[in-house]
C-alpha cells in the first residue's frame, strides 16, 4: 500500500515517542491500529460491493442478450413452420376454387 522503508519506520517511532511520550505510545499505537483496521474493512467492503455491482451488470447484459437470442429463435421457428403449413396445404388441397363448380346441375320434374 505504501512505499515505507526501514529508516522511515526508525524515524516516525523517534518523532513519535518524543511528541506523545513514553507512557501514552502504546495506547496511541493501539488506537492507530484500530483506526487502520476500520478503514481497511471499510475499504474492503466498498471493494466487494463495486465488484458485486459489476459482476450483476454482466449477469443482466448476458441475461439482456439471451433474450434477444431467442427472441430471434423464436421467430426463425414461427417463420419456418408457417413456411411448412402453407406448403402442406397446398400440397394436400390443389386448387378448391375448381371442386366447387363441379357439382352435377338438379333436374326438376314436372309432373
Not at 513519535?16 to 507512557?23: R, S, T
Not at 434477444?68 to 417463420?79: C, G, R, T
Request: aromatic fraction near 4%; hydrophobic fraction near 40%; glycine fraction near 6%.
Amino acid at each position: 500500500m505504501f512505499d515505507i522503508g526501514f529508516a522511515e519506520l526508525v524515524i516516525i517511532s523517534v518523532v513519535a515517542l518524543l511528541v506523545i511520550g513514553p507512557e501514552r505510545l502504546p495506547g496511541a499505537i493501539r488506537t492507530g491500529s484500530l483506526w487502520l483496521s476500520k478503514f481497511k474493512r471499510g475499504f474492503n467492503d466498498i471493494k466487494r460491493e463495486v465488484q458485486q455491482e459489476l459482476h450483476n451488470d454482466g449477469v443482466m447484459q448476458e441475461l439482456r442478450k439471451t433474450g434477444e437470442d431467442l427472441k430471434e429463435q423464436a421467430n426463425s421457428i414461427q417463420h419456418d413452420v408457417k413456411k411448412s403449413a402453407e406448403s402442406i396445404v397446398q400440397s394436400v388441397a390443389p386448387d378448391t376454387t375448381t371442386d366447387d363448380k363441379t357439382e352435377a346441375p338438379v333436374e326438376k320434374n314436372n309432373a
